[in-house]
């Protein structure tokens, strides 16, 4: 009798679904697959985006969320999960309902607030009750630096001042740093035992639509495969720069980040 080959690690991910394919829940199973990870997709919201913007979204019932996620939880032995698009206050506590009942299982909270093209993805409150109700669950929080604005309340802050105001809320927090104009992009890790570590790499031409997707599900499979933080930040930041190099741009927006390999179906 043949010995089973054991099964990938599950990471449940509850994201909002983008048809262009470039963010959203497409992000997080290509990123997931690409790390030898099992992709559990729980559908928080349905959007109108391509890779130029995005110019509408609804957020689904709270059962129909709930009822996802538990037929997962209670089938799989999931290792980590990533959280994305929410858009609402609901969302948030549904969210919080489902995380609550597992407190074991590390998060990852990609905190999407705005398309990559400027357009919203939740109302305004949405941030302040992520900050006040998620962050704390989460084993790192993954904002770029516009986000980590909103969360932190100060619209001109610097990545220190804004994670000053943060940490206190947060066990880590990965501030990244592609949204400025220099020719280094530093991605900054803020620790809970208080150490801080950068991590900087080229700056690509372009503008990309869902980087932060691909960064914040391959962290989580890095933490699902029993990497230690520094190590999966580190791994997960290089992969996606990676998935930026090589960047294509099927529609007239942005690139979109090529997270699987050309050959990987054939």
Known sequence: MNTPT???????????????????LQ????????????AAPTVTALTVQNTVNVSDFRVLDREWVLAQANAVLNDMPVA????????????????????????????????VLRAGGG???GKDE?????????????????????EARILAELPEGTADECAEKLMPLCQNLLITGGH??????????????????????????????????????TLAGRLALGEDLVSAV??????????LRDAER?????????????????
Not at 7 to 22: K, Q, Y
Not at 84 to 107: K, R, Y
Not at 181 to 197: A, I, K, M, P, W
Request: glycine share 10%; aromatic share 6%; net charge negative.
């Open 6 to 24: 054991p099964f990938r690690p599950v990471v449940l991910c509850l994201s909002g679904h983008d048809p262009s394919g470039g963010a959203g």
């Open 27 to 38: 992000a997080d199973i290509e990123a997931l697959l690409a790390q030898g990870c099992h």
């Open 80 to 111: 980590a999960v990533k959280l994305g698009m929410l858009g609402n206050l609901e969302m948030v506590d549904t969210v919080v309902e489902i995380l609550q009942a597992h407190p074991h299982l590390p998060l990852v909270c990609d905190p």
């Open 119 to 121: 357009g919203s993805l």
């Open 126 to 146: 949405v941030g302040y009750t992520m900050r006040e109700k998620l962050l704390p669950l989460a084993r790192i929080v993954t904002p770029n630096l516009p």
């Open 180 to 217: 400025g104009t220099e020719q280094e992009v530093h991605n900054r890790l803020y620790c809970q035992d208080g150490s801080e570590h950068t991590f900087t790499c080229a700056r690509l031409p372009g503008e990309y639509h869902g980087s932060g997707c691909t960064l914040a599900s």
């Open 234 to 243: 580190e791994n997960a930041l290089d992969y996606t720069w990676r998935t």
């Open 250 to 266: 099927p529609g007239q927006g942005q690139y979109v980040p090529r997270r699987l390999p050309l050959d990987f179906c054939q």
